[in-house]
């Protein structure tokens, strides 16, 4: 989804964070495009800081078309790869934020209204995968800790009728 949509806006790099709620973070996951050495410069933000961090943050898009004046971008060796232009749009999952999606281009760039709908939706669209996802993996790590404490059991489990009182076969 990352690269089509690189392709689907022109923009010469992008990145997907994904919020880590324990540490109060958003965490790199995902680089296409130029220059990923500098897109790594800083792999992990808190909540509020950066572009990713205060899009996961507050829910909304944040756009820059000049990043060299920009005082919330911190990535300083992105501006001297030579990129200018930037947008970071929250990945959303039922209405929850579960990581951004950033889009940067070389040269001059204005993120139309048409820009960020596409970019909303795709948003949408990897927010849900992300969630699904995580709840997988939630589920299938419930499923081996339940499948391990039944096997250590020494003799089995002996279920009782709770109107009866009687083991039930």
Not at 39 to 50: A, D, H, S, Y
Not at 119 to 130: C, D, F
Not at 147 to 167: C, R, S
């Amino acid at each position: 989804a990352l690269d089509a949509t690189l392709v689907a806006l022109g923009v010469d790099a992008g990145e997907i964070f994904l919020v880590d709620e324990e540490q109060g973070e958003v965490v790199l996951a995902r680089h296409r495009g130029l220059a990923p050495e500098a897109f790594r410069e800083i792999p992990r933000f808190k909540l509020g800081e950066g572009f990713p961090g205060r899009a996961a943050l507050s829910g909304e898009p944040l756009i820059t078309t000049d990043l060299a004046k920009d005082p919330h971008f911190l990535l300083k060796q992105v501006i001297e790869a030579g990129f200018s232009a930037f947008a970071s749009i929250p990945l959303k999952a039922t209405g929850k934020v579960v990581g951004t999606l950033d889009v940067a281009s070389r040269g001059p760039r204005a993120f139309t209204e048409e820009d960020l709908s596409l970019l909303t939706t795709i948003g949408a669209t990897i927010g849900m995968a992300i969630a699904n996802a995580r709840l997988y993996e939630a589920r299938r790590e419930a499923a081996i800790r339940y499948h391990t404490l039944f096997e250590q059991l020494p003799a089995g489990l002996l279920v009782i009728d709770p109107q009866t009182g009687l083991p039930l076969e």
